[in-house]
């Protein structure tokens, strides 16, 4: 019996350790990562408010992101066919922050789809636990940066726009947005827009 809680006590301490040490890696790659932005072409725009039909969850970071925004997704459509309501293409995802438990990190994760603006008052009439229908803001002044390839650049992309928006002067304010312009096919590479909106440095003065 001592020998079985050692070993649980062992376990637990690796896990610990393991997750330090995803925590230092990503650390590492940041600081490798801060010039950067100046790969990418970064802009500030006005970003229109729009309806969204969205379902959120917390994830651990050990998971396949894709694979939870995927199903996700499934809950959204499911419920907009239950519902007949129409939706556009255009998908994004919004990442918010990131959790810690007991060691464990976990990300928060809300896949969203536009959709027509009469649906917030059709939503009503059919209750989901999971999926809701809120009208997400606009803003004058989101940063933008444009990503054409693989989704794998998409966490150094991130990295980037953010030390662009920290050696700006300006904060963020509001989670990271990731609009799938297109997504990939035989013939094509993903096409990829991350936003995130600021707070300008004369905003605060």
Sequence with gaps: GMLRLKEAELTNHILEEQERLKR???????IERENTHDLY???VKSVEPQTIASARGIFPLSD??????????TEIYQWL???DSPFSD???????????ESQHERIDIEMAVEVG????????????????????PGTPTMACLLLSGSYDGLWDAYISLMTWIEDHGHRGAGPCRCIYLRRPSPHEEPL???????ELEHCNQ
């Design 24 to 30: 230092v890696n990503v650390r590492l790659r940041q």
């Design 90 to 100: 255009r998908w994004c995802s919004l990442y918010h922050e990131t959790t810690s």
């Design 81 to 83: 066919h239950r519902t």
């Design 41 to 43: 072409d970064i802009l």
């Design 192 to 198: 990829t827009e991350l936003q995130i909106p600021i």
């Design 117 to 136: 603006c009469s649906l917030l008052t059709k939503a009503a009439h059919f209750p989901s636990d999971h999926v809701r229908v809120w009208e997400l």
């Design 64 to 73: 396949d992101t894709f694979q939870q925004c995927a199903a996700l997704a």
